[in-house]
């Protein structure tokens, strides 16, 4: 064994994947995995530039491990994921303990990049964006802690350029997988006893339309529908403009895609979509959620808002509260806005001051939470199915999630985990449901 590594994940599914990979990776060559900062030789941050809050947590940690490297010089630091992509350089010349910068597109080469900083001990930092290759994905068994759920990145990059967000610089522009390679990897994780696959992308939406003759995205869920043993299908996220009648179909015709949508709207005003670049309109948006629910009544949806676009007015914000009213999300995802350089907002004229943003947040997250409850309380009585995958936070429980993704906590041995149960509901929580195995 050449040491141990350590790897720190901040932000969405996709770095968490990423970060499976680079374990995979490193495992290959000889590393093993602690969970102990402290016992590890190797210190990795993967981490998340979507919001400034994520980046400053990066900064944050990367100060409290200068005790540890100035006490053990030998430790390797590294930073890997978007954060790394934006700063680059920047991160070597604020924290000279950091060994070595990996960009997005470099992650890959994370063992190589390990044993150069070995050999020479010197700091590393390589950033460059590759659209020559291949991704870097590959069809590989990536070792799993429990075998119930598995994540499997179609694409990466996006094209759109919404002016609040940094995705395309960070991750660059659109590159599908070959959907041949896809399947496969959903194939021997099938093999490895996974039962819900969750495909992921910047915008999976438009998986395909980079590749000549390629399937259309729902083409890929109708193919990996079809493969044996597979007991559920997700995927995230989607951009709403992108939403296409075959996939709106699919919903209604494939058994294991699952009743359950991420679909960011981020406003409900028209003004402000189209200060965002978001190439949707409100009522376009509707339209694509009233055709789901005709093919999926039970669909459950969730989304993504922004609170003090530059620009919002009190009416804007309120056009996204009656958003709320008339959609009856199951749960959203809020934020309040924040300068993301180099996206275009940055420079935007009629900034909203940081108290009004923050009541703007509290009062959308007020204004949704009876929504959700409501939402959760109806399936009290009912008998629904739930994945079981992990041990709950409390004590004699395990955790899992319905087909429409909402978390239920029952009383069973740690045996079921990995099993698809029935289970009663008893009790619905704010962000939670409670119950009991009726099989």
């Given at each position: 064994?050449?040491?141990?590594?350590?790897?720190?994940?901040?932000?969405?599914?996709?770095?968490?994947?990423?970060?499976?990979?680079?374990?995979f990776?490193?495992?290959?060559?000889?590393?093993?995995?602690?969970?102990?900062?402290?016992?590890?030789?190797?210190?990795?941050?993967?981490?998340?530039?979507?919001?400034?809050?994520?980046?400053?947590?990066?900064?944050s940690?990367?100060?409290?491990?200068?005790?540890?490297?100035?006490?053990?010089?030998?430790?390797?630091?590294?930073?890997?994921?978007?954060?790394?992509?934006?700063?680059?350089?920047?991160?070597?010349?604020?924290?000279?303990?950091?060994?070595?910068?990996?960009?997005?597109?470099?992650?890959?080469?994370?063992?190589?990049?390990?044993?150069?900083?070995?050999?020479?001990?010197?700091?590393?930092?390589?950033?460059?964006?590759?659209?020559q290759?291949?991704?870097?994905?590959?069809?590989?068994?990536?070792?799993?802690?429990?075998?119930?759920?598995?994540?499997?990145?179609?694409?990466?990059?996006?094209?759109?350029?919404?002016?609040?967000?940094?995705?395309?610089?960070?991750?660059?522009?659109?590159?599908?997988?070959?959907?041949q390679?896809?399947?496969?990897?959903?194939?021997?994780?099938?093999?490895?006893?996974?039962?819900?696959?969750?495909?992921?992308?910047?915008?999976?939406?438009?998986?395909?339309?980079?590749?000549?003759?390629?399937?259309?995205?729902?083409?890929l869920?109708?193919?990996?529908?079809?493969?044996?043993?597979?007991?559920?299908?997700?995927?995230?996220?989607?951009?709403?403009k992108?939403?296409?009648?075959?996939?709106?179909?699919?919903?209604?015709?494939?058994?294991?895609?699952?009743?359950?949508?991420?679909?960011?709207a981020?406003?409900?005003?028209?003004?402000?979509?189209?200060?965002?670049?978001?190439?949707?309109?409100?009522?376009?948006?509707?339209?694509?959620?009233?055709?789901?629910?005709?093919?999926?009544?039970?669909?459950?949806?969730?989304?993504?808002?922004?609170?003090?676009?530059?620009?919002?007015?009190?009416?804007?914000?309120?056009?996204?509260?009656?958003?709320?009213?008339?959609?009856?999300?199951?749960?959203?995802?809020?934020f309040?806005?924040?300068?993301?350089?180099p996206?275009?907002?940055?420079n935007?004229?009629?900034?909203?001051?940081?108290?009004?943003?923050?009541?703007?947040?509290?009062?959308?997250?007020?204004?949704?939470?009876?929504?959700?409850?409501?939402?959760?309380?109806?399936?009290e009585?009912?008998?629904?199915?739930?994945?079981?995958?992990?041990?709950?936070?409390?004590?004699?429980?395990?955790?899992?999630?319905?087909?429409?993704?909402?978390?239920?906590?029952?009383?069973?041995?740690?045996?079921?985990?990995?099993?698809?149960?029935?289970?009663?509901?008893?009790?619905?929580?704010?962000?939670?449901?409670?119950?009991?195995?009726?099989?």
């Amino acid at each position: 064994m050449k040491g141990r590594f350590f790897i720190q994940t901040f932000g969405c599914q996709m770095n968490v994947h990423d970060s499976e990979y680079m374990a995979f990776l490193l495992e290959a060559n000889g590393y093993r995995q602690t969970n102990n900062p402290k016992e590890a030789n190797i210190i990795l941050l993967n981490t998340c530039a979507v919001r400034q809050k994520a980046e400053e947590k990066v900064y944050s940690l990367l100060g409290r491990l200068k005790p540890l490297k100035k006490k053990r010089p030998e430790v390797i630091i590294g930073v890997t994921g978007c954060v790394a992509q934006k700063e680059g350089q920047r991160i070597l010349e604020r924290m000279p303990h950091v060994d070595l910068v990996l960009g997005t597109h470099q992650f890959y080469r994370i063992a190589e990049f390990i044993e150069t900083v070995k050999r020479e001990r010197q700091q590393v930092c390589c950033t460059e964006f590759n659209y020559q290759l291949e991704p870097p994905q590959r069809v590989i068994p990536l070792p799993r802690q429990s075998q119930v759920r598995a994540y499997v990145t179609i694409m990466q990059g996006c094209n759109n350029f919404c002016t609040y967000c940094i995705v395309p610089y960070v991750r660059g522009r659109e590159i599908s997988r070959k959907s041949q390679d896809v399947i496969e990897e959903v194939k021997r994780l099938l093999d490895m006893g996974i039962k819900e696959v969750i495909l992921l992308g910047q915008n999976v939406n438009s998986y395909g339309k980079d590749r000549k003759g390629e399937i259309s995205f729902a083409e890929l869920l109708r193919r990996i529908d079809k493969l044996p043993g597979l007991k559920r299908l997700r995927f995230i996220t989607s951009h709403p403009k992108d939403i296409s009648e075959e996939l709106i179909q699919a919903f209604g015709e494939l058994e294991s895609l699952c009743e359950y949508i991420h679909l960011p709207a981020q406003s409900g005003s028209d003004r402000i979509l189209k200060l965002m670049n978001r190439k949707y309109t409100r009522s376009e948006y509707l339209r694509k959620i009233e055709a789901l629910r005709k093919v999926r009544p039970n669909l459950a949806i969730s989304t993504d808002l922004i609170v003090g676009f530059p620009g919002e007015t009190e009416e804007d914000f309120k056009q996204t509260l009656s958003l709320l009213k008339e959609v009856e999300y199951d749960t959203i995802f809020a934020f309040k806005y924040s300068d993301r350089p180099p996206a275009k907002a940055v420079n935007f004229k009629g900034k909203i001051p940081e108290d009004v943003k923050k009541e703007r947040l509290e009062e959308l997250l007020e204004f949704q939470a009876p929504i959700t409850q409501r939402k959760n309380q109806a399936l009290e009585g009912k008998v629904v199915e739930v994945l079981l995958d992990t041990n709950s936070k409390r004590g004699n429980q395990l955790s899992g999630r319905t087909r429409c993704h909402r978390v239920v906590n029952v009383a069973a041995p740690k045996q079921l985990i990995g099993q698809i149960v029935q289970v009663k509901i008893e009790e619905a929580l704010a962000h939670s449901l409670r119950g009991r195995i009726i099989n």
